[in-house]
């Protein structure tokens, strides 16, 4: 079978230079013959470690990866957990974000692509410019002027971390792909505590694109699909959220079409309460990514063309899923009124990649 | 591969051009550049380096005078001409004898030369100098670490040196540039006496070392050895406690620190001499990026704001030359401003800023 995908590991600008380096593509045993490396920029060598099943990443660094290297993870048949950092040694790792939803061998092609438009430059410049205005702010207002919702998040607050997943890689850094995000969370991103919660205050609008990620549970891909398909509802009907103390207290469907979506989520509020902490916000910065319509995990950090929002409920592996919901209608203000996310006075332009 | 192919002006540290460009390598016949003259340059000549001659002898009797001169020597340790040999030449030198480097790593640097903003370097080795002169003390600290040293330059000897910035007649500098340091006495004699006596506290090496061998290619394997030893620093961070400018325990930071800390140990029992902070150092070059292996070029890798580094032992008084580069450490002035390095990079803030890549939904 001829290869189906082509990575030309140069293109990725996180990586930087390849002198020296080895790259080495690890992926699933089933895809290895579909999967063409571009021996173009100036590595060392080219390497390609299949992750089968039973296999650990971490057991693939210590035995099967040299260093120096930059190693790039495409997994979508096996859940690719991040190393302990201590592990990563000289290397450099961005893993694809293509196991917690269904990935096919095409889906991952369109976001290589973006994978290659991306600028680590300027999601550095962005980042810089986003925590020097959010540093000089009092609050950060989460506000939807369509829908009429204002909630205020008090970004101060110690023990919020805020999370950088964008700019370029430094040795021993790891990063997942496509990049581009600054999330906070109430805790260092691989802890849950239902006790901790964001300072968020107010009402948010629910009105985008859910994405359902599964976690690590024994789970059926038809129920996922099938919460999703529900969830989608919210794609044109907006969902109004009342937030206390960073839990979702209440919601209320701001059009008949929205009613799915509202029903799903309040049934996964019945069955696991802690889906109504607001877990995570994200603003997305890739503005190299046009949402691909459906479930993709990669779609989360569509940053339109002035950043995105998502807000994050449940965490996986402790929560059955995570779900996002990129919520372009919303608009991330510093106290003085400066956007950081979205435009000041007109809603974005929402990039959706057309259907064939 | 063949060679790269660049002209005399792409090196902004030359200045004004010269009418000769000097291009001298290793007699080995190898060339790794193809050095075209322009903008007022009239010829390029080359001269290799003969075994037994060093560079300043080649250069004084068959290198014009007022020439621009490169010196790209693979696998020859290139002692600095003295100033009589040089004159009024302008020379700068790739270090491409004291670590192993490779054709592709020689390409690389070659290239990052040519992309060096040099009068952009000058400006940052101004503002740093000024910085330091209305400083009364310093600090280098490692944010993730935890750790802090004071430098309080007003104290003993202390010798700044700048590896930066545009070319007089008769100087000498390092290629890639962008380096600036301070040493307990003149660089390039060791006194066993010095000291930088004002440097006390925590350091935390957490980065790529380099190790520096002189011109005994016997040293070569042991060397690599070193060098493979204290290669974990890059992901496992070791702390130094050093007093008056002398290391007195090395700890490592988390258990996958331990074999380099025993290294180093090892180090400083087998010769104290080590146990000395030669130098301080600080990378300004913000076009390089680091060759991921021993090379001692990697000293003026600047990351986006500087970067410090720490140079133990000096060869051949020492057999071999040590420098950790500390992308993670900052280094900051009296009022507590970062002058330079990775706090400077990422102010530090009031928002808890990190970036970890284990976020469990992917």
Known sequence: MSAEISIDPGRFSQFGAATGSTFCLVTNPELVEQIEVLETAPYRRFLTVPMGAGDRFEDLLEKSIPEPAHVLVISPHRFFASPDPELVGQRKIMGMACNSTPTSLAEIRHFLGIMERTSAAEQAAFCDTFFEIAEESEHLAYVDPEHGTRAVLDHLRDGLVWNQQAGPLDWGDQQIVPSGEISVLPVEIREFDEALKLPLEGEITLRGYPILHNGTPSFSRADQARIHSRLAAMQHHAIKATVEDGRITRLQALHPGAAPAVDMLEQMFAVDSRYRIVWEIGHALNTALDILPGNHAMNEVYGGTEGCLHYGLGLTPYTQYHLDIISPDTRVLSSNGTALIGHLDHPTVERVVAAD | ?362
């Open chain 2, 1 to 362: 591969m063949p060679p790269l192919e660049l002209t005399t002006s792409a090196f902004g540290q030359f200045g004004d051009p010269a009418e000769t460009f000097c291009l001298i390598t290793s007699a080995d016949g190898s060339t790794p550049l193809h050095l075209l003259p322009d903008r007022g340059c009239a010829r390029v000549i080359h001269r290799s380096l003969p075994a037994g001659t060093s560079l300043g002898e080649l250069i004084a009797a068959s290198v014009p005078p007022d020439a621009h001169v490169l010196a790209v020597c693979p696998g020859r340790f290139l002692d600095s001409p003295s100033a009589q040999q040089l004159g009024s030449r302008k020379l700068v030198i790739l270090p491409a004898g004291s670590t192993p480097l490779t054709a592709e790593h020689i390409r690389s640097l070659l290239e990052s030369a040519a992309r060096t903003d040099i009068a952009q370097q000058a400006v940052v080795a101004d503002e740093f100098f000024e910085r330091i002169e209305s400083s009364d003390r310093l600090a280098i600290v490692d944010d993730s670490a935890g750790t802090e040293a004071e430098f309080d330059h007003t104290v003993g000897d202390c010798v700044w040196n700048q590896q930066a910035g545009p070319l007089d007649p008769g100087d000498q500098q390092i290629f890639p540039s962008g380096k600036l340091s301070v040493t307990a006495a003149e660089i390039t004699t060791f006194r066993p006496e010095a000291r930088l006596l004002g440097l006390t506290g925590d350091l935390t090496l957490r980065g790529w070392p380099i190790v520096h061998r002189h011109a005994d290619p016997a040293d070569a394997a042991d060397q690599q050895r070193l060098f493979e030893a204290l290669a974990p620093l890059v992901s496992h961070p070791v702390t130094l406690r050093v007093a008056a400018g002398s290391v007195e325990d090395v700890t490592p930071n988390t258990p996958g620190g331990k074999p380099a800390a025993a290294a180093l140990e090892s180090l400083f029992t087998d010769d104290p001499r080590y146990r000395v902070i030669w130098e301080l150092g600080f990378g300004i070059n913000t076009t390089t990026e680091i060759i991921p292996a021993n090379c001692g070029a990697n000293e003026v890798y600047g990351a986006t704001d500087g970067v410090v580094n720490l140079g133990l032992g000096i060869t051949p008084t020492t057999r071999f030359a040590l420098a950790f580069l500390c992308p993670h450490s900052s280094l900051l002035a009296s009022d507590g401003s970062a002058v330079l390095g990775a706090r400077k990079a990422v102010p530090r803030g009031r928002m808890r800023r990190v970036s970890s890549a284990s976020c469990g939904c992917h």
